[in-house]
């Protein structure tokens, strides 16, 4: 079983529908990021939090240090926002440990 | 914000050549860097990270001969695949950090090597 799961594993949307993606993990974590890689390759991180919940533009990213769980939400989705969503966790000395991603595809 | 620059952004070589790719944080100065490696329809795998002035430290099953890992400022690394073979055709990412607990990271925008 893999430290880190995301899901869904594929997700196609319409232009503007509320996406969740999730993450749940089984390891002791310092932080939890949430990643954008686009096509070509390209990481972007979006978020990097340990508790609560982080907002930025139509993005939030929610974790329950308890339940282990993560949450990366986009409101109002645009074609734009294609692209894989990586979700990985951080242990002892900034190693990150990855999901498999979440391909997201959103149509216009 | 911060950017850390990876070059080249693609390469194709011969098998048995060697290949290096760098990777630069631009604006300001990362105490560790980190390299990845991912192959197609997979996770990213850490390979090693690596300490400013210090040897890097290399994941389980990692080739530490093989790949060569060198950060000999706070600003580069640069990682070299050594008698690359086609097996070694991937993609190859790093990624930059301050250093400090609540330190964000910055990854450069990969590398795709093809060995032939």
């Known amino acids: 079983k893999n430290e880190v799961e995301q899901s869904p594993q594929n997700l196609t949307a319409q232009e503007g529908e509320f996406i969740t993606i999730n993450c749940s993990y089984s390891?002791?974590?310092?932080?939890l990021h949430w990643l954008q890689q686009h096509p070509g390759g390209g990481i972007v991180s979006l978020f990097m939090?340990?508790?609560g919940k982080k907002k930025h533009g139509r993005l939030i990213a929610t974790i329950n240090i308890q339940e282990k769980h993560s949450s990366l939400h986009i409101t109002a989705s645009h074609p734009r926002d294609s692209a894989v969503y990586i979700c990985?966790?951080?242990?002892?000395?900034?190693?990150?440990?990855f999901g498999k991603g979440t391909l997201l595809t959103v149509n216009p | 914000g911060a950017v850390v620059s990876q070059h080249p952004s693609w390469v194709i070589c011969k098998s048995g050549t060697s290949v290096k790719i760098e990777c630069r944080s631009l604006?300001?100065?990362?105490?560790?860097m980190f390299w990845y490696r991912q192959f197609p329809k997979q996770s990213l795998m850490l390979m090693a990270t690596?300490?400013?002035?210090?040897?890097?430290?290399?994941e389980q099953g990692v080739e530490k001969d093989k790949f060569l890992i060198n950060h000999a400022s706070l600003t580069l690394s640069t990682l070299t695949v050594t008698s690359a073979h086609p097996e070694d055709s991937s993609f190859y990412i790093c990624?930059?950090?301050?250093?400090?607990?609540?330190?964000?990271?910055?990854f450069g925008n990969g590398t795709r090597l093809t060995v032939t």
């Open positions: 990624s930059a950090t301050r250093g400090g607990e609540n330190s964000p990271l910055h």
């Open positions: 390891v002791g974590i310092s932080a």
């Open positions: 939090l340990s508790s």
């Open positions: 990985a966790v951080k242990g002892s000395n900034y190693k990150l440990t």
């Open positions: 604006d300001f100065q990362a105490t560790t």
């Open positions: 690596s300490n400013e002035g210090s040897k890097a430290t290399y």
